[in-house]
T-cell receptor, first 109, second 117 residues
Framework: GIQVEQSPPDLILQEGANSTLRCNFS?????LQWFHQNPWGQLINLFY???GTKQNGRLSATTVATERYSLLYISSSQTTDSGVYFC???????????FGTGTQLKVEL | GAVVSQHPSRVICKSGTSVKIECRSL??????MFWYRQFPKQSLMLMAT?????????EQGVEKDKFLINHASLTLSTLTVTSAHPEDSSFYIC?????????????FGPGTRLTVL
């Protein structure tokens, strides 16, 4: 099956810093989503982005489908950005999501 | 819009008992719901796909007689962990796709933390 690797696995930032999270996948995809899992376990949809670039406030994402990667940019990070960030992809003709390995982000004051 | 609820949020049970977890789409209809399992500090693993009005499709290695799934309506799917044992302790999360959304975006419930003593 498809492999979805995220980097870095862990990241510590000072409040106000910017960061880039990466998601690499081993096969072509029909769908890619980015999620933030907060400390209570809730997964929050950030982006549906099978290709191209989207922005939402301090967050933006870019997927280069032909090169099999996606990037999530966080600017001016805040402590509330802490948690785990997952990318997840759909391949083939179905609608099942395969989750990446995740990036654990901690934003400190 | 696109809110998914789960109940209960947390359950502690004795070994050998069965536990039912409900997943509801509150403001949309979902012909398909998904059940995931997440161990501490790990990613989400898909357990099964729940289709309204038909049998669930289980992922390889997931025991269908252990994890019973029922999707009786377009807004409700249930997962029953039968004869639970300590190794079943985990965080269970459901998701749902809006049948009117052509992107197949999945929206997730808040999860249920199961502890089997």
């Amino acid at each position: 099956g498809i492999q979805v690797e995220q980097s870095p696995p862990d990241l510590i930032l000072q409040e106000g810093a910017n960061s880039t999270l990466r998601c690499n996948f081993s096969d072509s995809v029909n769908n890619l989503q980015w999620f933030h899992q907060n400390p209570w376990g809730q997964l929050i949809n950030l982006f549906y982005i099978p290709s191209g670039t989207k922005q939402n406030g301090r967050l933006s994402a870019t997927t280069v489908a032909t090169e099999r990667y996606s990037l999530l940019y966080i600017s001016s990070s805040q402590t509330t950005d802490s948690g785990v960030y997952f990318c997840a992809v759909v391949t083939g003709g179905g609608n099942k999501l395969t989750f990446g390995t995740g990036t654990q982000l901690k934003v400190e004051l | 819009g696109a809110v998914v609820s789960q109940h209960p949020s947390r359950v502690i049970c004795k070994s050998g008992t069965s536990v039912k977890i409900e997943c509801r789409s509150l403001d949309f209809q979902a012909t398909t719901m998904f059940w995931y399992r997440q161990f501490p500090k790990q990613s989400l693993m898909l357990m099964a796909t729940s289709n309204e009005g038909s049998k669930a499709t289980y992922e390889q290695g997931v025991e269908k007689d252990k994890f019973l799934i029922n999707h009786a309506s377009l807004t409700l799917s249930t997962l029953t962990v039968t004869s639970a044992h300590p190794e079943d302790s985990s965080f269970y999360i459901c998701s749902a796709s809006n049948q009117d959304d052509n992107t197949d975006t999945q929206y997730f419930g808040p999860g249920t933390r199961l502890t089997v003593l």
